[in-house]
């Protein structure tokens, strides 16, 4: 059975001062399991969490993408933020198939698009 929850981090923009601006966080947390079908549903979010020099002042629609365990989802999203929020950019559920065992590990892969000048120009 896989773990109740985790999470990603990484740095999505640094203050000129070498500081973390924002934070591209992936995380995830077990929603539900079926013993008998071998398989784990997840739920999943895309956040960015903004420190005390991370507002981002854009309206415009930015590209994101998520791959969980081969499943891939995009859309778009607008990425506004405001000094030491957290926001949700992205959301979902995936069912993660089990080995037959029961033990699963899954990948992820998840990007977002920026396309900002933060000190300096931020692209995905």
Known sequence: ML????????????????????????KWSRKDHSTSGNYTNINWE???IAGGAGRISSSANK???VTVNGNSYSGTNK??????ETKTLASGTTKIPHNSDGTKTFSVSFSQQFDITFNSYVGT
């Open 3 to 26: 773990a109740t929850s985790g999470n990603k981090d990484v740095v999505a923009t640094k203050t000129t001062s070498g500081n973390t601006g924002d934070t591209l966080r992936f």
């Open 63 to 65: 590209k994101w993408s």
């Open 46 to 48: 895309l956040q960015l």
């Open 79 to 84: 990425i506004g933020i405001g000094n030491n």
